[in-house]
């Protein structure tokens, strides 16, 4: 069974967060700079939540709030759902696909480790698939 310690075997181990108290418009910044479509939100090594390009579209440009003048606490989704290393790809999947999530923070022994996308998973699953395929094509000529 594969499980994210595989993923995170490839993946790059940074990860990007801000505090609470960070404007919505530093958030963004931040987001365009590292090309990426979701912060979390930590303070004092703690999870707090995590800010996404939908929370911002849902939770600031819906209802008048000034990116400026909002502080992510006010608008992040609090509580994220987390998984461990040892979790399935597939359970993720089924996770992301029944929730409507695109992120999931990797936690391990209370610490945020990693957080996966659901493009990580896919690009996983793509590659793992073509391992399989070449496997199976070279056991067939052989």
Same mark, same amino acid.
């Given at each position: 069974?594969?499980?994210?310690?595989?993923?995170?075997?490839?993946?790059?181990?940074?990860?990007?967060?801000?505090?609470?108290?960070? @404007?919505?418009?530093?958030?963004?910044?931040? &987001?365009?700079?590292?090309?990426?479509?979701? $912060?979390? %939100?930590? +303070?004092?090594?703690?999870?707090?939540?995590?800010?996404?390009?939908?929370?911002?579209?849902?939770?600031?440009?819906?209802?008048?709030?000034?990116?400026?003048?909002?502080?992510?606490?006010?608008?992040?989704?609090?509580?994220?759902?987390?998984?461990?290393?040892?979790? @399935?790809?597939?359970?993720?999947?089924?996770? &992301?696909?029944?929730?409507?999530?695109?992120? $999931?923070? %990797?936690? +391990?022994?209370?610490?945020?480790?990693?957080?996966?996308?659901?493009?990580?998973?896919?690009?996983?699953?793509?590659?793992?698939?073509?391992?399989?395929?070449?496997?199976?094509?070279?056991?067939?000529?052989?």
């Amino acid at each position: 069974m594969k499980t994210v310690k595989h993923i995170l075997q490839s993946k790059s181990p940074v990860i990007y967060s801000v505090t609470r108290n960070t @404007s919505v418009l530093d958030a963004l910044q931040i &987001m365009m700079e590292k090309n990426i479509s979701a $912060l979390l %939100v930590i +303070e004092g090594g703690k999870l707090l939540g995590i800010f996404t390009e939908r929370d911002y579209a849902r939770k600031v440009v819906l209802h008048g709030k000034s990116s400026k003048n909002t502080a992510i606490g006010e608008i992040m989704t609090a509580d994220p759902h987390t998984i461990s290393t040892s979790d @399935s790809i597939e359970s993720c999947m089924v996770l &992301m696909t029944d929730n409507h999530f695109r992120h $999931l923070p %990797v936690v +391990e022994s209370n610490q945020v480790i990693a957080m996966l996308s659901i493009g990580d998973l896919v690009k996983f699953i793509i590659e793992d698939q073509k391992q399989t395929i070449d496997h199976l094509q070279s056991y067939i000529h052989s």
